[in-house]
């Protein structure tokens, strides 16, 4: 079975750039997670989506971010514009559903972005 | 909202055994999960609970005390590749069934020979 696929693996932009990154769940998986890891610290959940919809976001900078998952698999996140305070490394997880009593997250290997 | 508690970091030898500890205060608590995740590398599963008591899995074993929001991950028989963060995680549930988690800042664990 194939993992969370991510891309990139690395970006270094300057900042008031913008970037995105792509993440491809495990096939079937309904829950889509993307997460923000500062160096040090624990993954901070940014959105989650159920199929194409959002179930919460309220975490999400959303002056600055955005992320969409229009068919329901693939999703992007979009930070623009970056700032210094942004480096951090971007997991993408997914699950069978967030709604069942038991959903184990599968992470991708993560993008790790530093902004200069 | 959610606070997660646990050490940053904690040094063990190796064969010995280690707990490592996670306090939370959580509104809508629907289960806690432990991570590990080696430096660069992405967080991977290795326990969850739900209910009251220990789960075991090899060398791995986890306890849950909801009434007290704490748990504990217990590693035996520790191996040098044990070296990592291990991430608790708690389960929030939102109104309407759908759970959001939140993770605590990790416990950097050290085995040395």
């Known amino acids: 079975e194939a993992g969370v696929a991510q891309s990139p693996r690395y970006k270094i932009i300057e900042k008031r750039q913008s970037v995105a990154f792509w993440c491809n769940p495990i096939?079937?998986?309904?829950?889509l997670y993307w997460y923000q890891q500062i160096l040090g610290q624990g993954p901070k959940l940014l959105i989650q989506?159920?199929?194409?919809?959002?179930?919460?976001d309220s975490q999400l900078p959303k002056d600055r971010f955005s992320a969409e998952r229009l068919k329901g698999v693939d999703s992007t996140l979009k930070i623009q514009p970056a700032k210094l305070e942004d480096s951090a490394v971007y997991l993408c997880?997914?699950?069978?559903?967030?709604?069942?009593?038991?959903?184990?997250?599968?992470f991708g290997p993560g993008t790790r972005l530093t902004v200069l | 909202g959610q606070n997660i508690d646990q050490p940053t970091e904690m040094t063990a030898t190796e064969g010995a055994i280690v707990q490592i500890n996670c306090t939370y205060q959580?509104?809508?608590?629907?289960?806690l999960f432990w991570y590990q995740q080696h430096a660069g590398e992405a967080p991977t599963f290795l326990s969850y609970?739900?209910?009251?008591g220990l789960e075991e899995k090899g060398r791995f074993s986890s306890f849950l005390s909801r009434s007290k929001g704490y748990s504990y991950l217990l590693l035996k028989e520790l191996q040098m590749k044990d070296s990592a963060s291990y991430l608790c995680?708690?389960?929030?549930?939102?109104?309407?069934?759908?759970?959001?988690?939140?993770f605590g800042r990790g416990t950097s664990l050290i085995v040395h020979p």
């Open positions: 997880a997914s699950s069978i559903s967030g709604t069942g009593i038991y959903n184990e997250q599968f």
């Open positions: 096939s079937g998986h309904a829950t």
């Open positions: 989506f159920q199929n194409n919809g959002v179930v919460d």
């Open positions: 959580t509104s809508g608590f629907n289960g």
């Open positions: 609970n739900v209910l009251d």
């Open positions: 995680a708690v389960r929030d549930d939102l109104s309407g069934g759908s759970y959001i988690p939140t």
